[in-house]
């Protein structure tokens, strides 16, 4: 199992560049009680087959390994706490996967670092459109790297002043929304 959510999420929107999705949305939100991580794109999308097999460890699609353990594990993770996950896909239209993980609950994992999964996706994904909503209580930001692209017009998302501005506006946004947990530790 990975030792943190974050390194969950980036392996599973790592699958949705490999389908061909040109637009992933990944939203962490968390409450009192729950934290609910959903990854949303529009690739290829599955057919029920794959989707039946997209939970099985022992299924992949990759030729390097003869494991799939990415959907596997965060589905793993999610109900260790007494939450839930679900997966829905279509072929031709893109592919949802959501997990909610008890706050409270022993074996819940850290979220972990999602600034850095999110910097290190567009880092290594310049042309992927990507949204990326974090929320606490009713605290919230989003960041879109279309909305991003519009801004610094013919600079690419992978320039250092355009890495530097994500890495910032995502440590002040998030530092913001985090100052409601007052010591809860996700």
Same mark, same amino acid.
């Given at each position: 199992?990975? !030792?943190?959510?974050?390194?969950?999420?980036?392996?599973?929107?790592?699958?949705?560049?490999?389908?061909?999705?040109?637009?992933?949305?990944?939203?962490?939100?968390?409450?009192a009680?729950?934290?609910?991580?959903?990854?949303?794109?529009?690739?290829?999308?599955?057919?029920?087959?794959?989707?039946?097999?997209?939970?099985?460890?022992?299924?992949?699609?990759?030729?390097?390994? !003869?494991?799939?353990?990415?959907? !596997?594990?965060?589905?793993?993770?999610?109900?260790?706490?007494?939450?839930?996950?679900?997966?829905?896909?279509?072929?031709?239209?893109?592919?949802?996967?959501?997990?909610?993980?008890?706050?409270?609950?022993?074996?819940?994992?850290?979220?972990?670092?999602m600034?850095?999964?999110?910097?290190?996706?567009?880092?290594?994904?310049?042309?992927?459109?990507?949204?990326?909503?974090?929320?606490?209580?009713?605290?919230?930001?989003?960041?879109?790297?279309?909305?991003?692209? &519009?801004?610094m &017009?013919?600079?690419?998302?992978?320039?250092?002043?355009?890495?530097?501005?994500?890495k910032?506006?995502?440590?002040?946004?998030?530092?913001?929304?985090?100052?409601l947990?007052?010591g809860?530790?996700?």
């Amino acid at each position: 199992m990975m !030792s943190e959510l974050s390194l969950n999420v980036l392996d599973i929107t790592q699958n949705s560049v490999k389908a061909g999705a040109g637009l992933i949305e990944i939203s962490v939100s968390i409450n009192a009680d729950v934290m609910i991580i959903e990854i949303i794109d529009d690739g290829c999308g599955m057919s029920d087959e794959q989707l039946k097999a997209a939970v099985d460890p022992f299924y992949t699609t990759r030729t390097t390994r !003869s494991v799939g353990l990415g959907i !596997s594990f965060f589905k793993q993770a999610a109900e260790m706490t007494g939450g839930r996950f679900c997966i829905t896909s279509e072929v031709g239209i893109g592919t949802r996967v959501k997990a909610e993980f008890v706050l409270g609950h022993i074996d819940r994992l850290p979220l972990g670092d999602m600034n850095a999964t999110v910097e290190t996706l567009i880092l290594c994904n310049p042309d992927i459109n990507f949204v990326y909503r974090y929320r606490v209580c009713e605290t919230e930001f989003t960041l879109s790297t279309s909305a991003i692209r &519009e801004i610094m &017009e013919d600079i690419p998302l992978n320039a250092p002043e355009v890495t530097n501005f994500i890495k910032d506006f995502l440590r002040e946004n998030t530092n913001n929304c985090n100052k409601l947990l007052k010591g809860l530790h996700i």
